[in-house]
Structure formats: C-alpha cells, structure tokens
C-alpha cells in the first residue's frame, strides 16, 4: 500500500521517483522506485513460509527492494519483535547517550561501518537496487541486524563462509533466458528472465551458504517444478514441504513455494494451498492470516 506520507528517518535519502510504502507489518517501511522491479506477492508468502531460527543467520539471494530480509528481521520473535517506532526510539536513546558521553563519537556515527555482526544479509546485483534496499534498512533501523551487500550470486563462495547460514531463501527470476527482450540489463528484465543468474546458479549458491541441516526457501513457476526437484536433489538439497499458491480457488496455481533441507532424508509434506483472492480485489482470510502470523506452520 502506498503511503507516501510516513515518517521519514531524517538521514535517510528518498530520491526522486521514490516512494515509501508501508507493508502492514508492525509499522515497518519501503522504498520503492516503479522504474525498477517492485516487490509483489509472491516475496510477501515467501517471507512467510520460512521456519524461524530464533538467533539464526538468514541469507537472501537476489534480495530486490530487501523485502525479505527486512519482513523477516521484523516478524523473527512474533508480537514480541520491536515495531519500527519502538527501534527507532531505541536507537535515539543509544544515540543520545553516546552523544552525552562521547561527542567525538556521535560525531562520526554518521560515516561509520556497522559491526559486522548482522543476521540478515540481502545480495543484490543491481548497484541502485542495492542501494535503495539498504536505505530501507536504515529507515527502519536495522542497521547491525539486517545488511544488503551489492554482490552477484555466482560470487557467493568468494565472498561468503562455506556453511555459514541456518536460512537461505531466494525469489529467482521466472523466466528462462533472454528471448525477445529488446534490452535484457534493463532492472526489471533482470528480476523476471534468466539473463544474470539460472535456477541452478542460485541453488548452488544456496548449498554452499547452508549449514548441514539448514533450510533453503524459494518460491518459482509451478510449470518448472520438475526441473526445481531435479535441481534440489543434484545439490543434496532435499524437498521438505511445498505449497501451491492459486490466484483463486478454482482457477490453477501460479505459484509454487519449496522448502529444501540440506543433506535431509527423502520426505516431503504437501501443505494445503494458499488461496490469495476471495473475489477480486479482496483477500481471503487465509492469506491474511499468514500475512498477520497467525497462522500455523
């Protein structure tokens, strides 16, 4: 939902042809540019299908707009997770008391690295995505807990420990190729068509991040769901759980979420099916559940 009236972190930047959005969870916010890829529903049930391991680290590849990483930082202990206001004025307390005892210190807040000690972690190819995903870090005051890393998914093993995550999720393009795109690094072709990294790219990516026994979270097209199990198995990532996802109750999925275990046994449990609409426009109750965490998982 567009709210282009919400408060403004007073040194976060907001550039022109973007907006802020608020996404209906405990006060928490997004930049947004409608000249690149928005984020749509398919990363908001993503985001709500992963498992949380409480103090885990959690990993996403492809990260857009950094609305997985930042869904999950703000939903990991439930109604006890601090709302955007209640970080916010954490932070101005830390601030204030720093400022007080060391003016020298505030002084260079400003350019200083967070520790790096973050626990979601967003790579993103795209320099301008990257860089907007993580001013909404910073609008959000997850500075230290969540951080974007302007990288390639090809590049994981170069820049990241082997085995290192609990949790790696991923909202890989769809569609396989370039064809008939007239220009293919254009940011929104880029989410949508393979013309950067391939289903089997990302999942190499993932079981080098993983930790034995961690899980990887992806949703995709349901017509290349051969071809996902397929890949899973080749890279010793095993399909736990899985969920269709249809636009509405009688009409076919277009969606398809997986869970995968890396190094697990050979089980998988089909959950029911997520239905998004109840007639257009309106939501069912199950989807907005799942959105508000009420649901069982």
Known sequence: MESP???????????????????????????QNSGMFCFGMDAVLLANYVRFKRKGRYLDL??????????LAAKEYGEGTLTRK?????????????????PEIKRGLTDAKPADNARFIGIELQTECADMAA????????????????GDIKEVSCNYKKASFDIVTSNPPYIKGSHGLENPDAPK??????????????????????????????????????EIFECLHEH?????????????????????IVEAVKGGNSMIKIDPPMI?????????EQLLATYEGSAKR
């Open 236 to 256: 010793r990532l095993e399909p736990k759980r899985m969920q269709l996802v249809h636009p509405y109750i009688d009409k076919e999925p277009n969606m398809v």
């Open 62 to 71: 492809g990260t857009g707009t950094g609305i997985i990483p930042i869904l």
């Open 86 to 102: 209640e970080r916010l004025a954490v932070l101005d307390a830390i601030d204030r008391k720093i400022a007080s005892d060391h």
């Open 189 to 226: 072709n880029i989410a949508r068509h393979e013309v950067h990294v391939t289903l089997d790219q990302v999942v190499v990516a993932a079981e080098y991040a993983l930790k034995p026994g961690g899980s990887f979270y992806m949703i995709h097209k349901p017509f290349r769901l051969a």
């Open 135 to 150: 001013r909404s870090v910073s609008l959000n005051g997850l500075d230290g807990l969540v951080r974007i890393d302007n």
């Open 276 to 284: 998004v609409y109840k007639a257009p426009g309106v939501y069912t």
């Open 5 to 31: 009236n919400l408060t403004i972190k007073p040194d976060v930047v907001i550039k022109p042809d973007e907006r802020i959005d608020d996404l209906q969870c405990r006060g928490y916010q997004i930049i």
